[in-house]
């Protein structure tokens, strides 16, 4: 993950390329996939952003998806490097988080429309109520132990319709030519419908296709 900022914090660019081990079987990791990239766009504005995401085949059991799968590892990333960057640059977390949150009437990176946003009175109060500076600028040691307080801010999408649009997704499948194999591939299809993007969207792979492992 890179994330381009100015000088005062504000956030200008973020490339993510995410590798997934999926385990043996698709499950759900087609979305899974989709997810890490939405979700790292919330609570945040990003105004140039890109995404690569690779769901991998491993040699591992099934894998299965709970509420929220992909966001808790992008939100975990996301939230360590801006307060790297925050440290670097000499700002306050907290008011580097204000400067970028989306605020109503805006549209994040992924597409999703800000209808109502109490993120600016969230991370206010939470600043004041934890004295959140006042705890970051005195760092307390004891016996070898660091003890020390962080700031994390995620958001969750509400309402039906998928995450990107036509313009914005490309899947490739790659796998041998074999019965398990071929079941993954209808699988995958099975996706592109059902999350409404139509197939002649995307590039497909005809029976004479050479695939890769």
């Known amino acids: 993950m890179k994330t381009g900022v100015k000088k005062d914090g504000t956030m200008v660019a973020r490339q993510c390329n995410a590798v ?5 079987y698709c499950s759900l990791g087609p979305l899974t996939t989709v997810l890490v990239g939405t979700f790292q766009t919330l609570p945040y504005r990003i105004p140039n952003y890109q995404y690569d995401g690779y769901r991998i085949y491993t040699n591992k059991p099934p894998c299965g998806a709970m509420r929220g799968h992909g966001g808790p590892q992008a939100h975990f990333a996301q ?5 790297m960057i925050a440290e670097a640059l000499g700002i306050d977390p907290a008011e580097m988080a ?29 600043a004041d109520e934890t004295k959140l500076k006042e705890k970051r600028s005195s760092k307390k040691a004891d016996r070898g132990k660091a003890y020390g307080i962080g ?15 036509k313009h914005h997704i490309r899947t490739f499948l790659r796998h041998p030519q074999s019965r398990g194999g071929r079941r993954r591939e209808r699988a995958h299809r099975r996706f592109r419908h059902r999350s409404g993007i139509g197939q002649h969207h995307l590039p497909d792979r005809g029976r004479g296709a050479r695939f890769g492992p």
């Open 151 to 165: 700031l994390g801010c995620g958001g969750f999408p509400s309402g039906a319709g998928f995450y990107f649009t």
């Open 98 to 126: 204000l400067k970028n949150g989306l605020r109503t009437g805006e549209r994040s990176a992924a597409g999703f429309n800000i209808i109502s946003s109490g993120f600016t009175e969230c991370v206010q109060k939470v």
């Open 79 to 83: 939230d360590v490097q801006l307060d």
């Open 20 to 24: 997934l081990d999926g385990g043996a």
